[in-house]
């Protein structure tokens, strides 16, 4: 069952805009937050758009969606961040395969209220520079660091992380691999990197092939990463995200599923209080079971065998079950969490921090 104490709210749901939305985003900005998303017929289809909503401070309810970024090409994957100029950075990967997207960004100087012209993150790249899923993690030193990851969609496919590194603010960055033993692999591999930082190290937990997250540390600032190896965290070949709480600890939301493209349900916290090493599950969001709104056509769902038909022009799926893509942050006592459900809208949860602790 959910745990009792969390909230949960729409972003959006059942727009006319979309047919599945996913992969969602949240930031928060002037006291309160703003989500990005992207949504149309299904993955990779040209009529996908990047949305974004905002929850102003003090409100209850968000504001929008709105469209942004109206090329006629498919777009995935919006990351929202602080750039280390001050302003709300925006990041997407646009084009039909994911082996060939490119990395876009926006800019507001207004808190998300307006935005600069879409521009290519790096010129001519092909295959995704820049943020895949997670934010971008800005270093004491001025360095910022985004969780990146390729991937190669062919008979035997192969994905591969790095981390890119920018020490201009984001106008240059240098791509930085995370090792990875392929002799050890039944599957692909890993990619879309989550990144905290602790005491003058910086950690990645990244989503794999393999039933359970991988983990990989720097202690150079992101010049270089140690070997990807494998956790005890479940992980069902689908997004994961990381924050970094108060007192030290990193909790991760996931779906605890040792399945590659497995289920994707339940929706737990599970908290590490040694930099990753092991977790402790915490408090579970949702499970497919437990409805919070009296609307009869938003009754939650349990997934069915076999949901998820992947390649590279995007995973087919029907959305049924679905609790995914979650995106997380530390607002004051509370952990909010959004998250994609049944791929017709983003949800918002509220986790009290003190559910977290032992």
């Given at each position: 069952m959910?745990?009792?104490g969390i909230e949960r709210r729409w972003v959006a749901v059942d727009h006319p805009g979309w047919r599945q939305a996913h992969a969602s985003t949240v930031l928060a900005v002037d006291g309160g937050l703003v989500a990005a998303?992207?949504?149309?017929?299904?993955e990779g289809t040209p009529d996908n758009r990047i949305w974004l909503a905002h929850r102003p401070a003090g409100a209850l309810s968000w504001r929008g969606p709105f469209p942004l970024a109206e090329a006629d090409e498919a777009h995935w994957n919006p990351v929202l961040a602080h750039g280390p100029d001050g302003a709300v950075w925006l990041f997407?990967?646009?084009?039909p395969l994911i082996s060939r997207w490119t990395t876009w960004f926006c800019r507001s100087e207004d808190g998300g209220s307006s935005w600069s012209p879409p521009a290519e993150l790096v010129p001519?790249?092909?295959?995704?520079?820049?943020?895949?899923?997670?934010?971008?993690l800005?270093?004491?030193?001025?360095?910022?660091?985004a969780p990146a990851s390729s991937e190669r969609w062919?008979?035997?496919?192969?994905?591969?992380?790095?981390?890119?590194?920018?020490?201009?603010?984001?106008?240059?960055?240098?791509?930085a691999p995370v090792p990875l033993d392929r002799a050890r692999l039944i599957g692909a591999g890993v990619i879309q990197p989550a990144l905290w930082q602790r005491e003058g190290a910086v950690f990645a937990l990244l989503r794999s092939t393999e039933g359970s997250a991988y983990r990989s540390w720097s202690d150079d600032g992101g010049v270089t990463w140690s070997p990807a190896t494998a956790t005890a965290l479940a992980n069902n070949n689908s997004g994961l995200t990381v924050a970094a709480l108060p007192d030290g600890r990193v909790a991760c939301v996931h779906n605890p599923v040792s399945e590659s493209w497995g289920a994707r349900c339940p929706l737990v916290v599970s908290v590490s209080a040694d930099d990753?090493?092991?977790?402790?599950a915490a408090v579970t969001v949702e499970d497919g079971v437990t409805p919070f709104d009296d609307h009869p056509g938003r009754a939650p769902a349990l997934p069915p065998p076999g949901a998820f038909s992947p390649a590279d022009a995007g995973v087919a799926t029907t959305g049924?079950?679905?609790?995914?893509?979650?995106?997380?942050?530390?607002?004051?006592?509370?952990?909010?969490?959004?998250?994609?459900?049944?791929?017709?809208?983003?949800?918002?949860?509220?986790?009290?921090?003190a559910l977290l602790h032992p």
């Open positions: 959910i745990t009792p998303w992207f949504g149309g017929t299904r997407f990967k646009r084009g001519g790249d092909a295959g995704g520079r820049g943020p895949v899923k997670n934010p971008p800005l270093l004491d030193d001025g360095a910022w660091l062919d008979d035997a496919p192969v994905w591969d992380a790095f981390v890119d590194r920018s020490t201009d603010g984001g106008r240059t960055w240098t791509a990753g090493l092991t977790w402790r049924v079950g679905e609790y995914s893509y979650p995106a997380a942050l530390v607002d004051g006592d509370t952990f909010v969490i959004t998250y994609t459900w049944q791929r017709r809208g983003i949800v918002e949860a509220r986790v009290p921090i």
